[in-house]
């Protein structure tokens, strides 16, 4: 493919350590396949990091990691797995027909309501015998998305009381009771989450309910707060991938680089059109180069809206100009000498002036905000690229 998202492994584990100097206990999230990336290609640099914990969406991931898991047995690769218990935690729903798979396999699954509880519970009931059902209990502190909420807490209690771990039925062993904060930045708002899930840790302690562990951080705690909300784990994903989970700058390292090539020079006459309908006009005798990617790559259309957007040719700043294509870009030559068809153009990341050294750079925030969106956005939409590992 002309287009490829290079992926370097050295800023993956820098951003890491970063991590853990403010919590070494962390969950890592590569769910949606790894947004984006490729479990294939994140979890193993991961191991190789002393990585053991692993949050998923789906079970179709979980199932991807034990694949990847049993290739290391077969091909030898002990130096990931001597003297280390994976696991894995799933944090959305996970259909009732796929609890085999789960109990069989020690997956944890996230509980957040009665109906899915009732479910899980009912085929525990019929289907099995002396076995255990790991869970994670997702409490509702404030982002009202998934999650028991402070009133259903007793409720849920007198449920779950019946399958306790030392309970002659089915067990349930519950692993740890969190919750997820909505606007980290916001300390007012972030406050009163707290308060609302240290109270419901309060009631689950009062009444005797048995856990291991509490998780509130993500990314944006983690970074806003230090260790204040450490508990004990944090649950990790856009900082690992160089993300930046605030509104400033806290020093991750860019962890991908896309970059596609220049098809096709052209010479357009001021006042021609380009690309398609009547906007992209040129208000000069232009030199308009053709780049091989569009929004089929996950470039995203809502680009083509700003005035600001640009990628790198040679180390410079070039203008995209028209609208986007399925599978192509316009971008502004004009000003730029000695290029070529098949010149690297970078998308994201970054590229060294061939004339004055100075490295220019693209990042995952200046895109999101180019399309009018958030940076997650940005690197999800770019699954469908061919990736390599640096």
Same mark, same amino acid.
């Given at each position: 493919?002309?287009?490829?998202?290079?992926?370097?492994?050295?800023?993956?584990?820098?951003?890491?350590?970063?991590?853990?100097?403010?919590?070494?206990?962390?969950?890592?999230?590569?769910?949606?396949? *790894? +947004?984006?990336?490729?479990?294939?290609?994140?979890?193993?640099?991961?191991?190789?990091?002393?990585?053991?914990?692993?949050?998923?969406?789906?079970?179709?991931?979980?199932?991807?990691?034990?694949?990847?898991?049993?290739?290391?047995?077969?091909?030898?690769?002990?130096?990931?797995?001597?003297? =280390?218990?994976?696991?894995?935690? *799933? @944090?959305?729903?996970?259909?009732?027909?796929? @609890?085999?798979? %789960?109990?069989?396999?020690?997956? /944890?699954?996230?509980?957040?309501?009665?109906?899915?509880?009732?479910?899980?519970?009912?085929?525990?009931?019929?289907?099995?015998?002396?076995?255990?059902?790991?869970?994670?209990?997702?409490?509702?502190?404030?982002?009202?998305?998934?999650?028991?909420?402070?009133?259903? !807490?007793?409720?849920?209690?007198?449920?779950?009381?019946?399958?306790?771990?030392?309970?002659?039925?089915?067990?349930?062993?519950?692993?740890?009771?969190?919750?997820?904060?909505?606007?980290?930045?916001?300390?007012?708002?972030?406050?009163?989450?707290?308060?609302?899930?240290e109270n419901i840790l309060k009631i689950v302690d009062k009444n005797d309910v048995k856990?291991?562990?509490?998780?509130?951080?993500?990314?944006? @705690?983690?970074?806003?707060?230090?260790?204040?909300?450490? +508990?004990?784990?944090?649950?990790?994903?856009?900082?690992?991938?160089?993300?930046?989970?605030?509104?400033?700058?806290?020093?991750?390292?860019? %962890?991908?680089?896309?970059?596609?090539?220049?098809?096709?020079?052209?010479?357009?006459?001021?006042?021609?059109?380009?690309? +398609?309908?009547?906007?992209?006009?040129?208000? =000069?005798?232009?030199? !308009?180069?053709?780049?091989?990617?569009?929004? *089929?790559?996950?470039?995203?259309?809502?680009? /083509?809206?700003?005035?600001?957007?640009?990628?790198?040719?040679?180390?410079?700043? %070039?203008? !995209?100009?028209?609208?986007?294509?399925?599978?192509?870009?316009?971008?502004?030559?004009?000003?730029?000498?000695?290029?070529?068809?098949?010149?690297?153009?970078?998308?994201?990341?970054?590229?060294?002036?061939?004339?004055?050294?100075?490295?220019?750079? !693209?990042?995952?925030r200046q895109v999101a905000k180019w399309a009018g969106t958030i940076q997650d956005d %940005?690197?999800?939409?770019?699954?469908?690229?061919?990736?390599?590992?640096?």
């Amino acid at each position: 493919m002309l287009v490829n998202l290079e992926i370097n492994r050295e800023n993956l584990k820098r951003n890491l350590e970063k991590i853990r100097s403010i919590n070494k206990n962390i969950i890592c999230v590569i769910k949606d396949n *790894a +947004y984006g990336l490729g479990i294939e290609n994140i979890f193993p640099i991961l191991l190789e990091n002393n990585c053991n914990y692993f949050a998923v969406a789906y079970i179709e991931e979980a199932i991807k990691i034990g694949e990847i898991l049993k290739n290391f047995e077969k091909e030898k690769k002990l130096n990931f797995l001597e003297n =280390r218990k994976i696991k894995i935690m *799933a @944090l959305n729903y996970i259909e009732p027909k796929n @609890l085999k798979y %789960v109990i069989e396999n020690n997956v /944890e699954l996230t509980i957040f309501n009665f109906s899915q509880l009732s479910d899980y519970l009912k085929i525990l009931d019929k289907s099995f015998e002396n076995t255990v059902l790991k869970i994670h209990i997702k409490v509702n502190s404030g982002m009202n998305r998934l999650g028991f909420d402070e009133n259903e !807490i007793l409720e849920l209690i007198e449920k779950i009381k019946k399958y306790e771990i030392n309970s002659k039925n089915n067990k349930l062993e519950i692993i740890s009771i969190f919750s997820h904060i909505s606007d980290a930045e916001n300390q007012i708002e972030t406050e009163k989450q707290v308060e609302k899930y240290e109270n419901i840790l309060k009631i689950v302690d009062k009444n005797d309910v048995k856990y291991q562990y509490k998780h509130l951080q993500a990314s944006p @705690l983690l970074f806003k707060y230090g260790e204040k909300y450490n +508990y004990d784990f944090a649950r990790v994903g856009m900082a690992l991938y160089g993300m930046e989970p605030l509104s400033y700058d806290v020093g991750l390292l860019d %962890v991908i680089t896309v970059k596609s090539q220049i098809i096709n020079v052209r010479n357009v006459k001021k006042n021609d059109k380009i690309s +398609y309908g009547s906007k992209g006009i040129v208000n =000069r005798d232009s030199k !308009i180069g053709i780049v091989s990617i569009g929004y *089929a790559h996950g470039f995203q259309k809502q680009i /083509e809206n700003s005035e600001e957007a640009y990628v790198l040719v040679n180390g410079k700043k %070039v203008k !995209i100009v028209g609208e986007i294509c399925m599978d192509m870009i316009f971008i502004d030559l004009t000003d730029i000498e000695n290029v070529e068809v098949n010149d690297e153009v970078v998308i994201v990341g970054s590229q060294k002036n061939i004339e004055n050294g100075i490295t220019e750079k !693209i990042t995952l925030r200046q895109v999101a905000k180019w399309a009018g969106t958030i940076q997650d956005d %940005v690197l999800t939409k770019f699954s469908g690229i061919k990736k390599t590992v640096d």
